[in-house]
């Protein structure tokens, strides 16, 4: 059966991950966290006292590091330099500063190369914000997965509910102000790519939307060549 690469972009609390993960399951493909990636910039910034801002600083940051994934029973693991930080990369601070490091130039070029190597061999789904736009424009399936402001709100909130306490006001607030930094810088932002499937989550279930993508994904495999 031929593999696809499909891309999963759109904004936080949108449903990308556990959309993103279903999806790959049930392909029975790889997939990669890319918001991860920058997460584990932005925390290894943080420990290493580099100022998000400071391109300069971050660029000798990057040079030699080694970030990667690794199969854990749980889920994926993100090593930085062999150390598993994965446990650490969720909080609502490092949420923040992994979007203000996103707008670096530095930071985008270093992942961009993590990110292609990645996708060397297909039957993957990569989910992130700029994968149908910058990373893969040739990627054989791109979704837009968005979500009204209030449901991706209440949706982090849950989500961050399970690990403590978190407060509804200011969760929304944080997500508003990371989209808008998310969609408004100048490099790679967010955005629908032209040819992308675009899908409203709002009023969806996970098993509805990962269906509506199958039914994509079974279409542009019955389409190609070699399929029976
Ligand atoms: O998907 P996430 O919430 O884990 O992503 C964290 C931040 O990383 C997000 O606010 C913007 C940035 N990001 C990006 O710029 N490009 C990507 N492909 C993925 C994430």
Redesign the pocket.
């Known amino acids: 059966m031929p593999k696809l690469l499909i891309t999963i ?1 759109g904004p ?1 609390g949108a449903g ?2 556990t959309v993103s993960r279903e999806l790959a399951e049930r392909l029975a493909y790889r997939y990669v ?7 584990g910039v ?1 925390h290894t910034a943080r420990v290493r006292g580099v100022a998000p801002e400071d391109d300069a600083a971050l660029g000798r940051m990057l040079a030699g590091l080694r970030i990667e994934f690794a199969r854990g029973r749980a889920g994926p693991r993100i090593l930085v330099d062999g150390e598993d930080i994965t446990e650490r ?1 969720r909080s609502p601070e490092v ?2 500063l ?2 203000t ?3 670096r130039p530095v930071v ?1 070029a270093f ?1 961009l190369k993590v ?1 292609q190597e990645l996708g060397r061999e297909k039957a993957v789904v990569f ?5 149908g736009t910058v ?1 893969f424009p040739e990627a054989d399936l791109k979704f837009f997965l968005s979500a009204s402001e209030a449901t991706r709100a209440q949706r982090r909130y849950a989500e961050l509910r399970t690990r403590g306490g978190a407060d509804l006001e200011e969760v929304a607030r944080d997500l508003h102000r ?2 808008a ?2 969609r408004t ?1 100048a490099l ?1 932002p ?1 955005t629908p790519a032209a040819d992308a499937v675009c899908i409203d989550s709002s009023e969806l279930t996970v098993a509805q939307v990962v269906e509506q993508m199958l039914r994509h994904v079974n279409a542009k495999l019955a389409a190609r060549p070699g399929s029976p």
């Open positions: 972009d936080a990308k991950t966290d890319t918001g991860a990636l920058y997460r932005a990369l949420s923040m992994a979007s490091v996103s707008a985008r992942l990110q989910e992130g914000r700029d994968m990373v990371r989209d930094q998310d810088r790679a967010l």
